[in-house]
T-cell receptor, first 110, second 109 residues
């Protein structure tokens, strides 16, 4: 299995609070991604990183920011969580090429 | 952006039956992957197949890049094959994959 760890795995928070999700990899892959998955849908790309301090937006980036200060860590921040951001968030890595996913973080915003 | 359509959206089989899942995409791609999301939510890599045919046990996949589709074959299905099967395609050089909405497979004993 690809060495990808997401934390926290589950979080319940209230509208308006900041939330940070962490993705840690041990594979030394250049590319890292954050996707979200909502019921009945495939995954949608939020942001991605192509190197330390190099990030770019994906399809659904509004309301999210990311940072990558080390090759192994990619952080996703919701500055002020909203109920529409209730979702399962997946981190992925690649060389680029084949994508490998973490186990997901379930976020509930009340 | 690139569009990805998977069919059928839902599929119910008896154990032991065979099935074919389809993925159509709207533009040429650099990469194509098939994933299985199990009932616990884990995304499991099945095939990395931008073109050609691959086989892994009871599963095989074929991508015809020139005609913009890929097929996933499941033979002698088992209850553990249940879950959602996703196709993901990438037409960038940054691995920014676009996912289809998936095929939900239920295998009954």
């Amino acid at each position: 299995d690809a060495g990808i760890t997401q934390s926290p795995r589950h979080k319940v928070t209230e509208t308006g609070t900041p939330v940070t999700l962490r993705c840690h990899q041990t594979e030394n892959h250049r590319y890292m991604y954050w996707y979200r998955q909502d019921p009945g849908h495939g995954l949608r790309l939020i942001h991605y990183s192509y190197g330390v301090k190099d990030t770019d937006k994906g399809e659904v980036s509004d309301g999210y920011s990311v940072s990558r200060s080390k090759t192994e860590d990619f952080l996703l921040t919701l500055e002020s969580a909203t109920s529409s951001q209730t979702s399962v968030y997946f981190c992925a890595i690649s060389g680029p090429g084949e994508l490998f996913f973490g186990e997901g973080s379930r976020l509930t915003v009340l | 952006g690139i569009q990805v359509e998977q069919s059928p959206p839902d599929l119910i089989l008896q154990e032991g039956a065979n099935s074919t899942l389809r993925c159509n995409f709207s533009d040429s791609v650099n990469n194509l992957q098939w994933f299985h999301q199990n009932p616990w939510g884990q995304l499991i890599n099945l095939f990395y197949i931008p073109s050609g045919t691959k086989q892994n046990g009871r599963l095989s996949a074929t991508t015809v890049a020139t005609e913009r589709y890929s097929l996933l074959y499941i033979s002698s299905s088992q209850t553990t094959d249940s879950g959602v099967y996703f196709c993901a395609v990438d037409n960038t050089n940054a691995g920014k994959s676009t996912f289809g909405d998936g095929t939900t497979l239920t295998v009954k004993p």
